[in-house]
């Protein structure tokens, strides 16, 4: 039978696309229609159409999902153990005295905002580089200082990211495809360098990460070895994290296989007691663990030539940047940096929020946090509320990514993966951005965290992508 | 200044929740500041900071619950207090099962395996893309949009057509699938006559006549009104008359077009000789020689073409009320016009109403005008000026460009009609109403006061305004079809019964006596 007399002799089940009515009036008639919720492709710009349209080519497009296919392969595949701790100098790339890494695209000193200005400041303080901050402003203007991405030296930093060489690192190498990722030590929440803060309290609780905390853990690991990351992941998801901002089940998780190891250590019971304090203190101790490990499974899908694949996104407060697979290399694409919306501590406004920082957007990337908030019901506040709106942000954002994680599942939505792999195309195609949650910063230097909420990247950072792709491949 | 503080020992919320509770909180009725979080170090450091540490604060465990409230009064302390318990039994109202929503056909066709078919009404410069898409995943496309050009159009038919697949559209606002009427269409019966139609009101009106006669529908499907043109070569009505030739339940096929181009006409009549079913093909304007010579029935008229579809599909004839035209009547109407009020004027929401009008004016008048005529010598030059016997299809592009077709907004056509109403060589305006799926609410009840206002004004001028009715529906039509024509009549309105009708009772009353 041909599919025309098919048609005729089926229930008719329609997509609309356009006017809703024409929805409405065939459910009437007890037949079936779904109303899509469309957007004209790349809001409507001819050049943008146009460069989907190149991609479209049967022999490109072949290319296209093929290289794809690969990307999102090395994503799930990726098995990120954690195996070790060390001082960034000893083991970040390109790492020197004066280095200074901070989170997002590039940015120069007297662009970075507040928040990254308090952090940049402390740390030159904390290397002694600086007796106070006053001083530490002038050297991270003289030109003496190197600023660098923390992504161009295989890390990723929370918030403004800051990373100075004595600072302890995690070390997460990639068990299936040989790479490494490193990541700070959480400073816990709230007043910290991270979020801008500098003062006495900050540089000594630095100290005391540098001298106590962080020789221990690195002890610890010499015992232990290598910790599964991502079956902690897949376990902190079931038990009710996103692990971007919820990190209860992912902490306890992560401490208690540290736990062994760490009373192992020759360190005093007294120091032990002070790292279990300092990790009981906030639930956030595990949250740069988890970016470490979904850095580590990006970078060994990046530079899978025509990739459409986005393989980082992260932002410096100023700019939101993302990279492509397919343009390998630091070729970062931008946009300006976006509010975040959400609920804040007592005695904050909006108006007191820096923009959107930092480079936990990896998490995003990867395919948890905001796109895992259906596992996180706990947290709905963040997303408006309501549990439902928590699953509808996890099921949509299936629309711009390629595939499901079958490694990281979400229990209420019948134990599907998370939705991995963001697609430029499927982001310029639909209007639908990747959904982040984060925390926010305030604007001035010196203050640290004021609360919590969801943001979007630019759409602008996608569509340079993909015109820039599309010109490269086709 | 008031401040109080409840402490609820042994009481987890999560901080995301208390943070968001807190600025609830913050925007009760009188508060000066409210903080609500668990009794931690840093929550105690937090309140510190806002100078609202009290005793009782500093002596909550980090396990619990702390409220604090500062208020200009110890009553709106207890207030805000009140408030924020409210806060916490307050759940938000879950709908159960949420819709899944899409923005995508891709990923609604993958995730919808049942779906079988893709109504595009986009603007016109995204549907082509967006019927494409639908093609690509082996859905049938009804493309109601317009302004798709011709290339995309014939690049998507030859797709369409090399998956076997139905491509109605572009600017295709009727078809009739398994019983379901998409976008604009009517509820007709159920039967064994299947259509094929490049036009849009067209098929609306056969299928409501043939409805009318008893007749039923199997399926109607629209191509498009530039399907028959040199450029696409009737690819979707050819696969049409085949897929109907093949399918079980109908009986009979019916063809409706405007004139199709000649060499797309004879590809037509050649595939229509191959059919193994009876084929009544109403080209408006047609020639019954060729059809004939193909072995179809020709049909002159809409009514003609329904007429003879119910009649081989096994009605008999002699049992049929056929609706003739009421000769009484036109004479009476002839009677009362002056010989100054020679003209028709033919406002219509459908154009192959208007199409049919005018051909049938054209057989007793030359000057007949119009913004979709064939012959340029009489295209009307300004649209906004009628001459001599004007049919306006204020459907098509001319009209509608921006605006809402006048069947969902009639706020042109009213405008219209009591211009002509004014004109004193006017003898009778025509227009049609119509009922269905996708049209206006009340078609008939937007028009009635123009109607009123026309008639007073020509009555105190001391001339009879003849005003002539279609209302095109179903006895299943909402609204209801009754309704909307003894409103007509009450406003002196006359009716007439079909499409043809209409137009043969416009020409007929403003012929002149030899």
Redesign the interface.
């Known amino acids: 039978m041909s599919k025309i007399n098919e048609l005729f002799s089926s229930k008719l089940h329609a997509i609309n696309v356009g006017i809703e009515f024409f929805k409405d009036d065939i459910i009437k008639q007890q037949a079936n229609a779904t109303h899509l919720e469309w957007k004209p492709p790349g809001g409507g710009k001819p050049e943008l159409i146009a460069a989907l349209d190149r991609l479209e080519n049967a022999e490109l497009a072949e290319k296209i999902e093929a290289a794809n296919k690969l990307a999102v392969e090395r994503i799930i595949q990726s098995q990120p153990m954690l195996v070790g701790f060390d001082q960034a100098i000893n083991v970040v790339p390109g790492m020197t005295k004066t280095t200074i890494l901070h989170a997002g695209p590039p940015i120069t000193w007297e662009r970075m905002n507040g928040a990254m200005k308090g952090a940049v400041t402390g740390a030159l303080v904390f290397e002694g580089l600086a007796k106070d901050i006053e001083e530490a402003e002038r050297v991270a203007a003289s030109g003496e200082i190197t600023f660098a991405p923390c992504h161009e030296h295989n890390c990723v930093g929370s918030m403004a990211g800051v990373t100075s060489s004595s600072m302890f690192m995690h070390v997460v190498k990639n068990k299936t495809y040989g790479n490494v990722a490193y990541t700070n030590l959480s400073e816990q929440m709230s007043k910290i360098l991270r979020m801008g803060a500098n003062d006495e309290s900050v540089i000594t609780r630095l100290n005391w990460m540098r001298d106590v905390l962080g020789p221990m853990l690195r002890d610890a690991m010499k015992i232990a070895g290598e910790i599964d990351l991502r079956l902690l992941l897949a376990q902190a998801l079931h038990m009710g994290d996103e692990c971007h901002n919820r990190n209860n089940a992912g902490t306890s998780l992560l401490i208690q296989a540290l736990t062994p190891y760490i009373l192992e250590t020759d360190f005093t019971k007294e120091q032990k007691r002070e790292v279990f304090d300092f990790v009981a203190s906030s639930d956030y101790f595990s949250g740069p663990t988890w970016m470490a490990l979904c850095k580590c499974a990006l970078d060994a899908a990046h530079g899978i030539e025509y990739s459409t694949i986005v393989t980082t996104m992260a932002r410096n407060g100023v700019e939101f940047g993302i990279r492509v697979s397919g343009m390998p290399g630091n070729t970062w694409f931008t946009g300006p940096a976006q509010k975040v919306i959400g609920p804040m501590f007592a005695g904050y406004k909006p108006e007191d929020s820096g923009l959107d920082i930092g480079d936990s957007a990896i998490t995003e990337t990867y395919g948890i946090g905001g796109f895992a908030m259906a596992a996180a019901p706990a947290i709905v506040a963040l997303v408006g509320g309501t549990v439902e709106e928590a699953i509808g942000f996890s099921t949509k954002m299936k629309e711009i990514t390629t595939a499901e994680n079958p490694n990281v599942t979400i229990p209420i939505l019948n134990f599907q993966g998370v939705a991995t792999g963001i697609d430029i195309r499927n982001v310029v195609q639909t209007g639908i951005l990747p959904i982040i949650n984060t925390a926010i910063a305030h604007k001035e230097a010196g203050i640290g965290m004021i609360g919590a909420g969801i943001t979007y990247p630019p759409a602008e950072a996608f569509e340079k992508a993909l015109l820039t792709l599309s010109e490269r491949i086709s | 200044m008031s401040i109080k503080v409840v402490i609820k020992k042994s009481t987890y919320f ?1 901080s ?2 208390l ?5 609830k909180a ?1 925007q009760l009725p009188g508060v000066e ?3 609500i ?1 668990m009794g ?3 929550n105690k450091e ?1 309140l510190r ?2 100078g609202l540490l009290t005793a009782e604060v500093e002596e909550a465990k980090s396990s619990d619950l702390m409220i604090v409230v500062k208020a200009e009064t110890e009553e709106l302390c207890d207030k805000a207090l009140a408030g924020i318990e409210e806060l916490f039994s307050k759940k ?1 109202e ?2 159960g099962t ?1 819709e ?6 891709d ?3 993958k995730s ?1 395996p ?10 016109g ?2 549907a082509a ?2 019927a494409r898409k ?1 093609l690509e995943n ?3 496309v ?1 493309l ?2 317009d302004n798709v050009s011709i290339e995309d159009e014939i690049a998507l038919k030859k797709y369409a057509h090399e ?4 491509m109605m559209g572009p600017d295709c606002g009727t078809a009739i ?7 604009f269409g009517n509820a007709v019966r159920k039967g064994n006559i299947g259509i094929v139609a490049a036009s849009g009101t067209g098929s609306q009106e056969v299928s409501v006549r043939i409805h009318d006669f008893g007749g039923g529908i ?2 109607l499907i629209g191509t498009g009104g530039r399907d028959l043109s040199e450029q696409v070569g009737g690819i979707m009505m050819l ?2 008359i ?2 109907l030739d ?2 079980e ?1 109908t009986k009979v096929i019916v063809l409706i077009s405007k004139p199709p181009a000649p060499s797309v006409e004879e590809k037509v009549l050649a595939q229509v000789k191959q059919c193994k079913k009876p084929v009544v093909v109403y080209f408006i304007g047609g020639k019954e020689e060729a059809v004939a010579a193909a072995g179809g029935h020709f049909a002159k008229t809409s009514k003609e073409a329904a007429l003879k579809a119910v009649v081989l599909a096994g009605a008999n004839e002699d049992e049929l009320n056929k609706r003739a035209l009421n000769w009484p009547l036109i004479e009476e109407v002839r009677a009362k016009l002056t010989p100054e009020q020679k003209y028709i004027r033919g406002l219509f929401c459908g154009g192959t109403l208007c199409d049919e009008a005018m051909y049938s004016a054209m057989e007793t008048f030359e000057d007949v005008y119009s913004n979709i005529q064939k012959n340029p010598d009489y295209k009307l030059k300004n649209l906004h000026e009628s001459k001599a016997h004007t049919f306006l299809d204020m459907g098509d592009d001319d009209f509608t460009n921006g605006k809402p077709h006048p069947m969902i907004d009639p706020s042109l056509r009213i405008a219209r009609f009591l211009q002509e109403a004014k004109d004193p060589s006017v003898g009778v305006i025509v227009m049609d109403f119509i009922l269905g ?2 049209s206006h609410e009340d078609p008939v009840g937007v028009m009635l006061p123009a109607i009123l206002e026309a008639k007073q004004l020509a009555e105190k001028e001391g001339r009879h305004l003849e005003i002539l009715g279609y209302v095109m529906g179903t006895d299943l039509d909402t609204p209801k079809f009754e309704d909307q024509v003894n409103k007509l009549m009450a406003a002196g309105v006359t009716i007439a019964s079909s499409s043809t009708n209409a137009g043969l009772l416009a020409r007929e009353f403003v012929v002149k006596g030899a």
């Open positions: 999560d995301v929740s943070m968001s509770l807190s600025t913050n500041q409210a903080v979080a931690t170090e840093m937090v900071n806002v938000g879950t709908k949420s899944i929503k899409y923005a995508t056909i990923s609604a066709a919808i049942e779906a079988n078919l893709a109504i595009i009404s986009v603007n410069a995204f893309r967006e639908a082996d859905l049938h009804m109601f949009s998956k076997g697949l139905l699938i398994g019983n379901v009427a998409l976008c199997t399926q696969d049409g085949k897929a093949e399918d339940a799926f996708g």
